[in-house]
């Protein structure tokens, strides 16, 4: 019996315009292409290839990406993301210090020949919905708390314009009619399966309504996750260790590009600790060990997440007693 062998790669470096695709033809020969980041060029290009024969790994650019990794899925071609970081460090192990679109391909094309990374699992159309409305959400919160902080400033000025500041008034009441009516579409979006699991992250005491909509649609309800050490890996908030010979030291948490759902994690930290039983005999015990009240905190949010993922994976809301009734799974 033959045995199957592996789809070609095609690496894809992705640019606001334009798409860089590097590939072996049939003949085993590199070739370089450039196609147009719009949907008629993705298209075409994909008709003269078979999903049977090559799949696809792109780099990760936010909305530039979307485009051609939806429209890859939909024609069923196998499809990875990977962190623009992964290929920095790889053509430093590579030691290649060239840098254009056509090398930056090859090099992702190279990283997916070595790694085969995972296929990329899709959003819901409902958590894709609900992903843009909390990214605007998210906007508009920053708008309006940029502007209080320019409109508090004005005011100290001896000589005040009533006009800049009726001006700077008006926005900031548009900025809170905006706010409310994308808080009224969230639930809209919601389906009972959703939810279900936000109930469930939310019986845990420190997450409230905002951190758990923004862990939902981030994580797709942690389906994407088989355990709690990937999720928290995710997020940035792993220690990191380093030992060489008789030197070992933490030198911090492994960062992320999730900065914006850290900072919901540490501000949940703040009531966690307080009012969470688990959470504060971690940050009480951190302490009394001489740590900084700062890495006790992030610890804590480390704590919270592995509890997330527990409740969410058991299907059982949190309880004071939770170790005795069910695993967290790591």
């Given at each position: 019996?033959?045995?199957?062998?592996?789809?070609?790669?095609?690496?894809?470096?992705?640019?606001?315009?334009?798409?860089?695709?590097?590939?072996?033809?049939?003949?085993?020969?590199?070739?370089?292409c450039?196609?147009?980041?719009n949907?008629?060029s993705?298209?075409?290009?994909?008709?003269?290839?078979?999903?049977?024969?090559?799949c696809?790994?792109?780099?990760?650019?936010?909305n530039?990406?979307?485009?051609?990794?939806?429209?890859?899925?939909?024609?069923r071609?196998?499809?990875?993301?990977?962190?623009?970081?992964?290929?920095?460090?790889?053509?430093?192990?590579?030691?290649?210090?060239?840098?254009?679109?056509a090398?930056?391909?090859?090099?992702?094309?190279?990283?997916?020949?070595?790694?085969?990374?995972?296929?990329?699992?899709?959003k819901?159309t409902?958590?894709?919905?609900?992903?843009?409305e909390i990214?605007?959400?998210?906007?508009?919160?920053?708008?309006?708390?940029?502007?209080?902080?320019?409109?508090?400033?004005?005011?100290?000025?001896?000589?005040?314009?009533?006009n800049?500041e009726?001006?700077?008034?008006?926005?900031?009441?548009?900025?809170?009619?905006?706010i409310?009516?994308?808080?009224?579409?969230?639930?809209?979006?919601?389906?009972?399966?959703f939810?279900?699991?936000?109930?469930?992250?939310?019986?845990?005491?420190?997450?409230?309504?905002?951190?758990s909509?923004?862990?939902?649609?981030?994580?797709?309800?942690?389906?994407?996750?088989?355990?709690?050490?990937?999720?928290v890996?995710?997020?940035?908030?792993a220690?990191?260790?380093?030992?060489?010979?008789?030197?070992?030291?933490?030198?911090?948490?492994?960062?992320?590009?999730?900065?914006?759902?850290?900072?919901?994690?540490?501000?949940?930290?703040?009531?966690a600790?307080?009012?969470?039983?688990?959470?504060?005999?971690?940050?009480l015990?951190?302490?009394?060990?001489?740590?900084?009240?700062?890495?006790?905190?992030?610890?804590?949010?480390?704590?919270?997440l592995?509890?997330?993922?527990?409740?969410?994976?058991?299907?059982?809301?949190?309880?004071?007693?939770?170790?005795?009734n069910?695993?967290?799974?790591?």
């Amino acid at each position: 019996m033959m045995t199957k062998l592996p789809k070609k790669v095609i690496g894809v470096d992705v640019g606001a315009k334009i798409l860089t695709m590097s590939f072996q033809d049939s003949n085993n020969q590199d070739q370089v292409c450039n196609i147009e980041n719009n949907q008629r060029s993705i298209l075409s290009f994909l008709k003269k290839i078979s999903s049977d024969d090559y799949c696809l790994v792109i780099e990760a650019t936010g909305n530039y990406s979307s485009r051609i990794l939806h429209l890859s899925l939909g024609k069923r071609f196998e499809t990875s993301l990977i962190n623009c970081m992964s290929v920095k460090h790889f053509a430093r192990m590579k030691n290649i210090i060239a840098k254009t679109d056509a090398e930056d391909a090859k090099l992702i094309r190279l990283y997916g020949e070595m790694f085969r990374p995972e296929n990329y699992i899709p959003k819901s159309t409902e958590i894709e919905y609900l992903d843009q409305e909390i990214k605007l959400l998210n906007d508009l919160e920053e708008e309006k708390r940029r502007y209080a902080v320019k409109l508090k400033a004005l005011r100290f000025n001896p000589y005040l314009n009533p006009n800049t500041e009726k001006h700077y008034e008006r926005r900031l009441k548009q900025l809170e009619k905006e706010i409310k009516e994308v808080e009224l579409r969230l639930p809209q979006l919601q389906d009972e399966e959703f939810k279900e699991v936000k109930d469930l992250i939310q019986s845990v005491s420190g997450i409230g309504e905002k951190t758990s909509l923004q862990l939902m649609t981030a994580t797709s309800g942690f389906k994407n996750f088989d355990s709690a050490k990937s999720l928290v890996k995710y997020f940035g908030l792993a220690p990191r260790i380093y030992q060489s010979g008789k030197k070992s030291y933490s030198p911090g948490k492994c960062r992320t590009s999730k900065t914006h759902i850290r900072s919901l994690l540490y501000v949940c930290s703040w009531t966690a600790m307080k009012h969470n039983v688990h959470c504060k005999e971690l940050y009480l015990r951190l302490l009394a060990k001489g740590k900084p009240k700062k890495l006790a905190l992030i610890a804590v949010c480390n704590k919270l997440l592995r509890i997330c993922f527990g409740v969410v994976k058991n299907r059982i809301k949190y309880q004071q007693d939770y170790q005795k009734n069910f695993k967290i799974l790591t």
